[in-house]
């Protein structure tokens, strides 16, 4: 059903619910009360009552005279509200103790105490703080009726235009990045179609593991090193000009996710170095989904900068076993933003100015702002240069809108391929990839967008990994198998171009069902012509 329908209804039923308040009787109004104000509409609810209404699988038992008017919804929308009501907020106690007490918590918990005041307008935040880490003390889990019935205040208001706001901030970018893709269908690009590389088997190939003795550390850090075959193997094995590859994995990732990409790689001639951060990786995830430590966030930048430093200066030194003649860095997600900081793009001033207009509302459109406005409270290590040696970057699903709002990749001496994917929520692809890109100014650098590619899928889970990412198929898109030979051979042609006198050209390439638009400046400045009104 089409929002806007949905709110036309609600507001019906809201003006039919009205008529009803004055007959309800004083006392239960007065115990415990919910006020639900939208449009100018102000509807006091029995909390109760609606608790009872949520618990009830059908008809109107357990609650009350409320059921009578909640009933008039359509079934979907029953069904809906009573798994907003009923659903866990958040299901484990330690968990939910260590994100109460992390940044990205505290500004959802500053939004939710907005939206859901007291009767006279103030913020519930700290109320709502209090009460969780109360409610977590005794039970497993907490419900969001759960917790306003658990709320030491008489009688709550809660502002539906702004929870309807939120709503809405998630369906429109849906649908800007679908009208984006429909425009993007419409380029006139040369149309590719390619043959996928077969995957080799990894098992037989392995990574050799090494610990990297760093003085910012107090264990050594995890490297996986891939290393191209013998001369005489694949095309390019000896190539005097190729680089080798520093791979960065993103929040909570492995280095192992990107086993995929570091052997292929590595068979075809580059050797590849994938660098595990502790701290913010898949150990560190499920260390704070078990209540052990805060979720990790922006923070670790810092540390994840000096890790990127660390191998490069050891690289150098001849203390890793790859050798290239430059070193081309390859980032996912934060991994790219990593990869964009160290290879010298400052950020530019007045962030924490942008970022105080970015958050007056919660970014559920785009997710990656909330990392983005942690950096004004982490402080940064002073960089050094950019490595003298970069050839180029490949950054999937990067983000950093807010970061370079102006200049973009202006900075950036190198060629980038830059790749998103038109059902990417986490690191919208409009915001996030092509508004940096359209201010690079190599002629190399290319924009990919990956039609049906969601923000995973770069990433090959393993089998360790299903407890940390249950991922609905609305998130996974396209079978990231297919877009990952897609990316393979796109990265290999990619390599090629920073080797010899070759440009990528904008074309529209097909492989195994998988589209994906690869742009120049030219082409991007087109697609983003086409989105203005």
Known sequence: MPVSHRLRQLKGLLASLLIVVPGLAPAAIAAEVLELRFDGLELPVNLEQLDGWSLSPGGRTGGGDLAVWLDLLDPLSRRDLKILLRAPLLRDTSFGQQLLDSWAGSQMMAQLGDLLTTADGLSTTVVLQTTLRRLLETRQEVSTIGLLRALPVQRLSLQLDGLYDLALQWRQQIDLQRQALRRLQTLALPERRTLPFAFSDRTSLGPRRQGLVV???????????????????????????????????????????????????????WPVVVVQHPGSDGPALKAALDGQRPPPGA???AIRLADIEAVLAAQRRGDLPVQGKGVVLIGHSMGGLSALL?????????????????????????PSRLLQCQLPSTELPERPAPPADLRGLVLLNAFGSLLWPR?????????????GGSLDLVTPPLEEQLRLFLQGKNPRSRLVMVEGGSHFSPVRLMPTDEVLFRLDAELVG??????????????TEYLHTLEEPLLLPAQRRVQQGVTLDVLDAAAARRWKSGLEP
């Open 299 to 301: 923070e670790t930048l």
């Open 478 to 491: 396209v079978d990231p198998a297919r877009v990952q030979s897609a990316l393979l051979r796109l990265t």
């Open 342 to 366: 160290a290879a010298g793009v400052v950020p530019e001033p007045g962030l924490g100015e942008r970022c105080r207009k970015a958050l007056d509302r919660l970014p559920v459109a785009n």
């Open 407 to 419: 200049r973009g990749l202006a900075s950036l001496r190198v060629p980038v391929l830059m790749v």
């Open 215 to 269: 003085a910012h550390r107090q264990q050594p850090l995890p490297l996986e090193i891939w290393l191209s075959p013998a001369p005489g193997g694949l095309r390019g094995s000896e190539a005097p000009d190729r680089p080798w590859l520093l791979m960065m994995p993103g929040l909570g990732g492995n280095a192992d996710q990107f086993g995929w990409l570091a052997s292929e790689l590595a068979q075809r001639g």
